[in-house]
């Protein structure tokens, strides 16, 4: 939910030594002398995968989404999405889908068979419905709903999902 460009690590301490930066940046280098484009030694903090300046923009975005996700609560947004989740594989087993995610799935992933399913995933993007078609795995389409798709929004997804055979 936060902008792009932004993302999170952790390492604990006991591993810092272990990992080495994939890249090098104006805030991890040595400033000085013939190597200046070489890791810092002894620089075993957390810091040292930091190489550039921090994307202010998309932080200052991420703590909006973040105040925004606890101000409904996560407890009510893992609830709707369970929800959704078990709608949507309902409806497509009602369709005569077979799935390929199991039941009683606990994520808002549902992925389901369907023949040239990259062809009809593009023909839904093209009537606003995002979902991914996969060739792998025998062919499959992935749908993946979250707390501000509505039981409405699935129900369209399967209503022209059925102009396509199985």
């Known amino acids: 939910m936060g902008p792009a460009g932004l993302a999170f ?17 104006w805030k991890n280098q040595l400033w000085e002398g013939d190597h200046a484009e070489e890791p810092r030694d002894g620089f075993n903090a957390a810091e040292k995968f930091e190489y550039g300046t921090i994307h202010f923009q998309g932080a200052y975005g991420l703590e909006k ?8 609560g996560i407890d009510k947004i893992e609830k ?4 959704l989740t078990d709608h949507l594989w309902s409806r497509l087993s009602e369709l005569g889908r077979e799935m390929y995610t199991p039941p009683g799935n606990r ?17 839904l993007m093209l009537e606003k419905v ?14 993946s709903s979250h707390f501000y798709n509505t039981r409405e929004d699935i129900d369209l997804f399967i209503d022209k999902l059925s102009e396509y055979p199985a």
């Open 65 to 72: 989404s973040l105040e925004y996700i606890n101000n409904i």
């Open 80 to 83: 709707r999405i369970l929800s």
């Open 130 to 143: 995002k979902v991914t078609g996969r060739e792998a795995h025998g062919g499959h389409i992935r749908v």
């Open 9 to 25: 690590l952790y390492v604990s301490s006991e591993h810092l030594d272990d990992l080495e930066p994939d890249r090098i940046g």
């Open 107 to 123: 994520a808002p992933i549902v992925s389901f068979y369907q023949n040239d399913s990259v062809e009809v995933a593009s023909k």
